[in-house]
C-alpha cells in the first residue's frame, strides 16, 4: 500500500519502520528531515505538519491509499477529517476523537458522565479567581494542567513541583497570563502509586492490547525534575510489568474499552492507536491521561516487537474492522533517549551530533532518530528529544545493557541521557513503593 506517514519524532521513525517491514511503499510528511524517515521514504517533503492543505495536496498528489498521524497537533488541526474528506482512509482519529487528549477536560467529562472507573476528583477552570477559590478549599494535594496540549510539560505537581498555595497560584496564573495550552486549567485530585502506559489499537469499536510499558516523564535521575515528553521506558517479556499484575491490566483495558464505547456513544468514533497512561494505585488503576496517538517513546518499545503487520493493523483500524488480538514478541526492551542539554527547562539546540548505527546495530539495538535535522549534510540536534537507543534481548537487564553499549555510539557534546532507566534499583523501588503502598 501507499502509506502517507505524518511526523519526524523517534514514534514516527519507529512507525516507519513497522510499515517498511510490512512492505508499504512510504510518503512522509514531517518539519524536519529525520534521516531515519527519509532512508526509507519513496518521497517526502518537508512541511509544517499542522498545515492541513498542504499535507493533503502532497497525499493527493502521491495517490496514497492511507494515512497515519503520529503527533496530536495535526489531529487537533483537523488533519483527518480533511485526509478522509478526501477519500484518504486514516488509522488516526478525527478531530472530535482526538478531543479525547486534546481537551483534558473534555476526557475528565466523557469518563465521570459514562460512569467509567478510574476518574480522578478534578475541576476545570476558566479564569484565576475561581481556581483560586477552589483551591482554598480543597483538602487533598492536586495536580495544576492546562487544559489544551502542551507537549507533555505543562503539568506540575502539589508535593513535587509546587509546595506551597503561593506557588500553586503563581503556576495556575502564568498559565492563564500566557495562554498555555489555550483552554484554562484544570485542577485534578493527585494519584498516589507508580504509572504504566497502556496502549491499545482500536477500530471504533474493538480493541487490541499492546504489551504494557513504564515511561519517565521526568528530567533527570531518580524521577526529579521538571516534567518532559519521556526520557526513556521499558517493556517486559511477559507483557506485563514488575508491578503489575494481570488483573490491573484486565481493569486498564476495561476502562479502554468503556471510553470507546462512551466515544461511539458521543458520536465521534474513535479509530487509531489509543494510549492509556495510568497510575496503579492502592485502590487499582487511575486514569492520568488518555492520548490520541502512539506514545512517544513508548512506541519505540512495541513496535520493533510487532510480529503482524503494521499496514493490515492500520487498515483494519481505518476500516473498522480489526481483529481484537495482535501478537508481538515475547521480549523485554530498554529505550533512552538523548536530550539536548538543558532538555525539559532551556534545551540548547542546533549542535553537531554522530550515530555510528553500524556500532549501534553490532551491539543489537535499534536507533530511532528523532528531534534531529540534516544542515549542510551534517546531523545537529533540535530543541525537543534527539535520538531514541532501543536494547531488545530475553530480560529488561539484558535489554539495558545492550542499550547502555549502544548509546556509546552516540556522540555530542551537549547531550544528556537518564542512565536509570532500566536499571535493577530503579525497577525494584517501584515494586518496592507499591508494596509499601
Ligand atoms: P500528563 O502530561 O497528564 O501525563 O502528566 C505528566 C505527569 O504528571 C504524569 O506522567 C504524572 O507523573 C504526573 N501527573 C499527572 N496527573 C497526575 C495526577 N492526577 N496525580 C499524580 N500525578 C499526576
Ligand atoms: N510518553 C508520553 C507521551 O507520549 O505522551
Keep these: 500500500m501507499r502509506v502517507l506517514t505524518l511526523g519526524g519524532g523517534g514514534r514516527e521513525h519507529a512507525a516507519v519502520e513497522a510499515f517498511h517491514r510490512a512492505g508499504s511503499e512510504i510518503y512522509a510528511v514531517m518539519s524536519n528531515a529525520n534521516p531515519g524517515i527519509v532512508a526509507r ?10 498545515d492541513v492543505e498542504r499535507v493533503r495536496d502532497f497525499a493527493l498528489e502521491n495517490s496514497v491509499e492511507m494515512a497515519f ?14 485526509l478522509e474528506k478526501a477519500g484518504i482512509p486514516c488509522a488516526s482519529p478525527t478531530k472530535a476523537a482526538a478531543r479525547i487528549e486534546t481537551s483534558k477536560s473534555f476526557m475528565r467529562n466523557l469518563v465521570k458522565d459514562h460512569g467509567i472507573e478510574g476518574n480522578l476528583g478534578f475541576a476545570s477552570f476558566d479564569n484565576a479567581k475561581d481556581a483560586e477559590e477552589y483551591l482554598k478549599k480543597v483538602d487533598h494535594e492536586i495536580v495544576v494542567k492546562p487544559i489544551g496540549l502542551t507537549g507533555g510539560k505543562g503539568v506540575k505537581v502539589q508535593g513535587e513541583h509546587l509546595h506551597s498555595f503561593e506557588d500553586t497560584m503563581e503556576y495556575i496564573n502564568e498559565i492563564f497570563d500566557n495562554n498555555i495550552g489555550g483552554a484554562g486549567v484544570i485542577l485534578e485530585e493527585r494519584a498516589v502509586g507508580e504509572e504504566f502506559t497502556q496502549m491499545v489499537f482500536c477500530d471504533g469499536r474493538n480493541i487490541a492490547p499492546m504489551p504494557l510499558v513504564q515511561d519517565h516523564k521526568r528530567a533527570y535521575e531518580g524521577d526529579v525534575g521538571p516534567n518532559t515528553g519521556g526520557m526513556g521506558s521499558y517493556s517486559d517479556a511477559d507483557h506485563l510489568l514488575p508491578f503489575v499484575t494481570k488483573k490491573d491490566r484486565e481493569d486498564a483495558l476495561n476502562i479502554l474499552r468503556k471510553i470507546v464505547k462512551a466515544m461511539s456513544k458521543e458520536g465521534c468514533p474513535y479509530r487509531g492507536p489509543m494510549y492509556g497512561q495510568f497510575m496503579l494505585t492502592k485502590n487499582g488503576p487511575k486514569i492520568i491521561e488518555i492520548n490520541a496517538r502512539f506514545g512517544d517513546p513508548e512506541a519505540m518499545n512495541v513496535l520493533p516487537i510487532l510480529e503482524d503487520s503494521f499496514e493490515d493493523i492500520c487498515r483494519a483500524m481505518a476500516g473498522g474492522n480489526m481483529n481484537e488480538i495482535v501478537r508481538f514478541r515475547k521480549a523485554a526492551t530498554v529505550c533512552k533517549y538523548v536530550v539536548p542539554e538543558g532538555y525539559g527547562t532551556n534545551p540548547v539546540y542546533g549542535k553537531a551530533i554522530t550515530v555510528d548505527e553500524d556500532g549501534v546495530s553490532l551491539e543489537g539495538a535499534k536507533v530511532f532518530y528523532a528531534n534531529v535535522d540534516m ?19 530475553g530480560s529488561i537487564s539484558e535489554a539495558e545493557e545492550k542499550c547502555e553499549r549502544a548509546l556509546a555510539h552516540v556522540k555530542s557534546e551537549h547531550i544528556f541521557v537518564r542512565h536509570d532507566i532500566g536499571k535493577k534499583e530503579l525497577i525494584q523501588r517501584r515494586i518496592d513503593h507499591m508494596k509499601s503502598l
Design 41 to 50: 521514504a519513496k518521497k517526502y517533503a518537508l512541511i509544517n505538519e499542522k
Design 375 to 393: 544542515v549542510n549534510g551534517k546531523l545537529v540536534t533540535g530543541r525537543s528529544r534527539s535520538v531514541g537507543i532501543v536494547g531488545i534481548a
Design 69 to 82: 498521524v503520529g503527533p496530536e497537533a495535526p489531529l487537533e488541526a483537523g488533519i483527518v477529517d480533511a
